[in-house]
């Protein structure tokens, strides 16, 4: 008989209620387990037996109570039956992706430490000790890094390791400070606590990069160990696909950070933009003998800066929506900042900008009107002006959609007060 299951045998009551308490006292008396080894799987035949037998020796070798949690997400290849048959607890998940089967596996996981890895026998569960050992030490997350350890030939294409690795890694760093080595090493471990405390929304192979980003927002108290990549045991196509999933980590980056996809590029605009408005508000610029930069390059000016500033609005909008998602981690500055800013300010700002640009548009309209309106040769402060009106006008509906954005996410910005 299994652990877990009832014995219950044809005869009268009290023998029943006697051999179900017995099984329940066993049960209850098994002590919970430590690690567990998380395996997503998909129709992996030729490998998962490697992987479950693996981790189970590496159990026993080192004297943990562990178990190991297979994930599948539909393997009609009889991966379930070997690795059932081997000792390994399978979780079946419906919904189709690599993050979705390893959400459902690591809620299913019952260890204080989790430890992931491929199917596929790329990753040794020999080496689940020494992520352990990690955690011992207190951390809260051991990534493995293969780029410190081995590459075997054949395990990693070339653009996967000489350009795509790299680059995203160095991308995530750029952005959230991570300071990993490889942000994609598929094999990691960290504790159950930290790991509910992330709240993991992606279901693809963006798990891998949402993981990390978490991680890093959190606090979380992260190492490397240099782990051996091996060529995998799969015995078919891989389901990665390089540049759609290359692509995909790329955007999911992006969209966390609002700061890089819509401040930095909003505000250099907004700069530049300005700049030629106020250099070449009064009049002509030679920049060189044959170049001179006229009211044609001040119009590209002032649609900078319009530009720009809509960017920005979009990044405020953003930002507050990470907040209440609970995508950014990192608000301090955004709660000062909003805090400080309350929707009656941003009307009052927004009118003041409106009003003093139709108040221009208005005095050169005057003008042109006392010269019978003939050519217009106030070009330049028209353009001038009317920059300002129309700023004013996107700064007063941002600030009114800023407030309902915080409203409809419960985090109300009629006083900015987030909670």
Same mark, same amino acid.
């Given at each position: 008989?299994? =652990? ?80 059932? !048959?081997?000792? $390994? ?62 590459? !075997? ?39 159950? &606590? ?22 890093? =927002? ?116 955004? !709660? ?19 009003? $003093?640009?139709? &108040? ?6 005057? =003008? ?52």
């Amino acid at each position: 008989m299994k =652990q877990g299951d009832l014995a219950v045998n044809v005869g009268p009551a009290p023998s029943i209620k006697t051999e179900m308490t017995a099984t329940l006292s066993v049960e209850n008396s098994a002590p919970p387990a430590e690690v567990s080894v998380v395996i997503p799987c998909l129709n992996e035949a030729n490998s998962i037996a490697f992987c479950v037998d693996k981790a189970i020796r590496a159990f026993q070798s080192a004297g943990l109570r562990g178990e190991v949690v297979v994930a599948d997400n539909g393997s009609t290849d009889g991966s379930i039956e070997i690795a059932e !048959k081997l000792g $390994a607890r399978v979780i079946p998940v419906s919904q189709r992706g690599y993050g979705a089967a390893l959400r459902a596996g690591i809620s299913a996981a019952r260890g204080a430490f989790i430890i992931m890895g491929d199917a596929d026998d790329s990753y040794d569960f020999s080496d689940v000790p020494r992520f352990v050992e990690m955690w011992k030490q207190g951390y809260d997350v051991v990534m493995g890094n293969r780029f410190r350890g081995e590459i !075997k030939p054949g395990a990693m294409p070339w653009h996967h390791k000489y350009f795509g690795n790299p680059v995203l890694t160095a991308v995530l760093n750029l952005f959230f400070h991570a300071g990993i080595g490889d942000s994609h090493c598929g094999m990691r471990g960290f504790t159950r &606590a930290v790991y509910d405390r992330m709240d993991l929304r992606s279901t693809g192979m963006e798990f891998a990069s949402e993981f990390v980003i978490k991680a890093a =927002q959190l606090g979380a108290r992260i190492t490397e160990i240099p782990i051996t990549l091996w060529p995998d045991k799969r015995g078919r196509p891989p389901h990665l696909r390089s540049f759609r999933d290359g692509w995909r980590h790329l955007r999911f980056m992006l969209l966390y950070a609002p700061n890089w996809l819509f401040i930095l590029p909003g505000a250099s605009l907004c700069v530049l933009g300005l700049f030629l408005v106020f250099w070449l508000l009064p009049g002509p610029r030679a920049v060189s003998p044959r170049i001179t930069l006229d009211v044609h390059t001040m119009i590209f000016g002032v649609i900078f800066t319009l530009l720009g500033v809509q960017i920005l609005s979009i990044g405020t909008f953003a930002k507050v929506f990470s907040y209440a998602e609970r995508f950014d981690r990192g608000t301090v500055s955004l !709660k000062r900042a909003l805090k400080r800013v309350t929707l009656e300010s941003g009307l009052l700002l927004g009118g003041g900008l409106f009003l $003093a640009g139709f &108040a221009g548009c208005a005095w050169v309209t005057w =003008q042109w009107a006392a010269s019978g309106f003939g050519p217009l040769q106030q070009v330049r402060q028209v353009l001038f002006w009317s920059m300002w009106l129309f700023l004013g006008v996107q700064v007063i509906f941002g600030s009114l959609f800023l407030s309902m954005l915080g409203v409809s996410r419960g985090t109300y910005i009629g006083d900015y007060d987030l909670k």
